[in-house]
């Protein structure tokens, strides 16, 4: 069954550098655009960044511009987040799914549980 796993998050201090790592399971993710987003506490879910099913990046949100790297392994099914210069206002729960709509399972739309990544000052 299709499925998305985040990985690789936790707490970093200011400055400090992560790289996450979302899973697919299924043969969508070799065909589908992919996009990293997060969530803060209150705030709505914001697409960080978005790459092409063949590895082009489509966008970056300006607060992670020249900061954030997104790529993929069609190969292995996963694709990568690498955050550096991290700020405390990255700190949120980060998710990855389908572009430009998310994953549909079942007729219900699915999303992993995340990984949290925490920036401390």
């Known amino acids: 069954q299709a499925q998305l796993v985040e990985s690789g998050g936790g707490l970093v201090q200011v400055g400090g550098s992560l790289r996450l790592a979302c899973t697919a399971s299924g043969s969508f993710f070799r065909y589908n655009a992919m996009g990293w987003y997060r969530q803060a506490p209150g705030k709505q879910r914001e697409l960080v960044a978005e790459i092409t099913s063949g590895g082009s990046t489509n966008y970056y949100g300006d607060s992670v511009k020249g900061r954030f790297a997104i790529s993929r392994d069609n190969a292995k099914n996963t694709m990568y987040l690498q955050m550096s210069s991290l700020k405390p206002e990255d700190t949120a729960v980060y998710y990855c799914?389908?572009?430009?709509?998310?994953?549909?399972?079942?007729?219900?739309?699915?999303w992993g549980q995340g990984t949290q990544v925490t920036v401390s000052s």
């Open positions: 799914n389908t572009r430009p709509t998310a994953l549909v399972i079942n007729g219900r739309v699915h």
